[in-house]
């Protein structure tokens, strides 16, 4: 059962780091379309469900419950040093990601 747990939050954890590095590049190239939106609201979504939970991946606690000794985002598949830092360095590419495009928005309202 750790392992389903392993790869269901590992597979989330990539759907959410593709959503940030495709903010990241909207940003960057100044391309916002409709994957754009999607990206943001997946994000917004994961935000959501991750406060509500008391600034905790609800998939953390069930698979403490089922033996992962780890506190942290110990529960993906990932190497210790970006579980680690996860949420610092996602976190600062969401925000850089988020304010390139509201810079492009504003550019392109103002016209």
């Not at 991946?57 to 598949?77: E, I, N």
């Not at 990932?78 to 810079?103: D, N, S």
């Amino acid at each position: 059962m750790l392992t389903a747990i392993k790869a269901v939050h590992t597979a989330i954890y990539a759907v959410m780091v593709a959503a940030i590095f495709y903010t990241l590049y909207s940003g960057v190239t100044g391309r916002p379309d409709t994957l754009l939106i999607v990206a943001i609201g997946t994000v917004g979504l994961e935000a959501v469900v991750f406060l509500a939970n008391g600034r905790r991946c609800p998939l953390t606690d069930l698979a403490r419950r089922y033996g992962d000794p780890k506190g942290y985002v110990g529960d993906t598949f990932l190497p210790e040093w970006p579980a680690r830092r996860t949420f610092v360095i996602i976190t600062t590419l969401l925000v850089i990601g988020l304010l390139l495009v509201a810079v492009r928005l504003v550019l392109l309202w103002l016209g």
